[in-house]
């Protein structure tokens, strides 16, 4: 079963990731984690990211796609996968769609977290204090990660939803409130 967990920055999706992953016993692919994770160990990649990302820009697709595509070939025994942050272009989601189908798979659904926008950056600011992400604590970048994801990712919906992939899940109230309406989707996608 694979699972694209989708939603603006600030929407719950590593949280509602982590939950999932621990019920359903699937592997969590964050390419923003991926993408700190290499900052952090300074690696190549990670110089290169950190230019986009400090500024709240989305990294190229061509760099995206290929880590992506690593991380899944790395956890080719795994059960299946919430892609979380990824696809975030049309561009990302094509990609994705043939990588999987060459592999005999697919994407069995996209399920997307909708949460208001003075929400987005309430949740947003408060996360800077414990993340430490630089992203997380200027309201510019914010602003502008916002927008990307208007402008750039928005569409990725539509792609998904031309398939009869596309679920919206309510983002708003406790996380425990939040996860229970995602799982009663991913159970309606696999019967017990
Ligand atoms: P996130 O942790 O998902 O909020 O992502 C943090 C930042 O990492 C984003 O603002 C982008 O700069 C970068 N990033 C994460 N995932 C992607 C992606 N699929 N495509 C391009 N850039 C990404």
Do not use: W
Request: hydrophobic share 35%; aromatic share 8%; glycine share 8%.
């Amino acid at each position: 079963m694979n699972i694209v967990l989708f939603g603006p920055p600030g929407a719950g999706k590593g949280t509602q990731s982590k939950l999932l992953i621990e019920k359903y016993g699937l592997t969590h692919l964050s390419t923003g984690d991926i993408f700190r994770y290499n900052i952090k160990n300074e690696t190549e990649l990670g110089t290169l990211a950190k230019t986009y990302m400090d500024k709240g820009e989305l990294v190229p697709d061509h760099i995206t796609i290929k880590m992506l595509e690593a991380e899944v070939e790395k956890n080719a025994g795994s059960s299946g996968f919430i892609f979380d942050g990824f696809p975030r272009t049309i561009k990302q989601a094509e990609a994705l769609d043939n990588f999987l189908n060459a592999k005999g798979s697919q994407i069995h659904s996209m399920l997307a977290l909708v949460v208001p926008e003075t929400e987005l950056k309430n949740r947003l600011k408060e996360r800077a204090i414990t993340s430490g992400r630089a992203d997380d604590a200027n309201p510019t970048v914010i602003q502008n990660r916002i927008d990307v994801y208007n402008n750039e990712t928005l569409p990725v919906k539509n792609y998904y939803q031309t398939d009869g992939k596309y679920i919206e899940v309510v983002g708003l109230g406790g996380i425990q409130e939040v996860f229970s309406r995602l799982c009663a989707e991913v159970d309606a996608l696999v019967p017990a």
